[in-house]
């Protein structure tokens, strides 16, 4: 039995409900369009469009927009990934209309003027200014440029001085025009509602909103090509990536490979790095390894920020632990106590529900469905030793993979 429901509005749009008895609702209206959906010399555009929807709508001026929710006490927010983009708000159950009619007319109605895209653009570049002085964040995006060399997906979310610089209403109206497929957008609240009179409130503000069935050309990602780079910055302590290309969300490994992930140097201070670098031998604060997947393909990466006389010991510590991966079988215990943390950490992070329906509807976009927690359970349950030790030989494997420091002049 689903835990929640879904309907689709004639021109595509899907409405998800998942019933809390709580008087705070989450919700979120989700848009399949992302950094990756821009052209060569649009980067940035998605992540400013994503800015000018607080600007200015049809009936609607900036503070309007920003005191339309604020002054009942929600919480109104936006971001930009690679793949989506999502509008999102908690509120106060008696609310959801109010916030409904914001996101229809901010989603669909937003003029963008010209004041209003050159004040904006100022914004941006000192988000970029602010965003280039903080190395342990800048090293990211850095490492996927190199991960996903001449492709969107390698391109810094908010753009480039040059490139933010350059973009204009023609720009904006383009890509709204080819990536806001209707069919491909979900709007989902978390909350106490009938789903009945959910729908109707849906049907009263997105029903009129004119079909868009265009059809993107996402481009798969080249191969990679491996690679040890060192860059010189005016920093005082070394900063270290390195990975690869992992698996997409639908591929069959992806609950594997973030079990596997979470057991390496995933959340808390139990993981291998952190008990190995961090408590062993206190050379780095920070030590952490990710998985992200996307459509199409994945990232894996460890990062590490240390003193720059001590990196290279650190650099080394990692790849035992990824060899030790590679080389020995998790045993029946180690596996078991895997399973738990990582099961224990997913339940607890349910708690969270505005990350919760904002995964919810972004599953409904990627695979038509959603899994129950007791099926990625099931799935996680179902990881055997064996497939964590070809997937470490599959991942780790260092002809694969990319290092990139960032050293201090």
């Known amino acids: 039995m689903t835990d929640h429901q879904i309907h689709t509005l004639p021109n595509g749009i899907r409405i998800l409900l998942k019933h809390s008895p ?64 999502c509008v999102h708000a908690s509120l106060l159950k008696q609310h959801l209309e109010r916030t409904i009619d914001l996101f229809e007319d901010i989603l669909f109605h937003s003029t963008f003027p010209t004041e209003e895209i050159e004040k904006e653009r100022g914004v941006i570049l000192d988000e970029i200014a602010s965003y280039l002085d903080q190395p342990e964040e800048a090293i990211q995006d850095d490492f996927e440029e190199l991960l996903f060399k001449d492709h969107p997906i390698g391109k810094n979310i908010l753009g480039t001085p040059e490139s933010v610089g350059l973009l204009n209403i023609a720009d904006i109206k383009q890509f709204i025009s080819v990536n806001n ?27 009129s909103v004119p079909e868009n069935n265009a059809q993107k050309n996402r481009i798969a990602p080249p191969s990679i090509i491996p690679g040890y780079h060192v860059v010189k910055r005016p920093i005082a302590q070394t900063h270290c990536v390195l990975g690869g290309r992992a698996y997409a969300s639908d591929n069959n490994n992806k609950y594997a490979l973030s079990l596997l992930n ?111 927690l007791e099926d990625v359970f099931f799935k996680i349950n179902e990881v055997t030793a064996e497939q964590i030790l070809e997937i470490s030989n599959e991942i780790f494997d260092n002809d694969r993979m990319i290092t990139l420091l960032f050293e201090p002049e």
């Open 262 to 372: 979470n057991l390496l140097g995933g959340m808390g201070m139990s993981s291998r790095l952190n008990l190995e670098i961090r408590e062993k031998y206190g050379i780095a604060y920070t030590i952490e390894s990710n998985y992200t997947s996307l459509t199409d393909t994945g990232i894996f990466s460890v990062y590490f920020g240390t003193d720059a006389e001590k990196s290279e010991k650190a650099l080394k510590l990692v790849h035992k632990e990824l060899r030790k991966l590679r080389e020995q079988k998790l045993g029946t215990i180690q596996l078991s106590q895997a399973k738990k943390k990582f099961i224990g950490q997913i339940a607890l992070a349910e708690e969270n529900r505005m990350n919760l329906i904002i995964s919810m509807a972004k599953s409904l976009l990627d695979f038509g469905y959603i899994d129950s």
């Open 22 to 85: 709580s008087t705070i609702t989450h919700c979120c209206f989700v848009l399949n369009a992302g950094s990756r959906d821009e052209l060569p010399r649009q980067t940035g555009l998605a992540h400013f469009i994503e800015h000018l929807l607080f600007k200015e709508t049809e009936r609607r001026n900036t503070p309007q927009i920003l005191n339309r929710l604020e002054l009942v006490g929600a919480d109104l927010n936006a971001y930009t990934t690679k793949e989506y983009t």
């Open 181 to 207: 497929n209707t069919h491909q957008m979900v709007f989902a609240v978390y909350g106490d509602y009938d789903f009945k009179k959910l729908v109707k409130l849906a049907e009263k503000y997105f029903g």
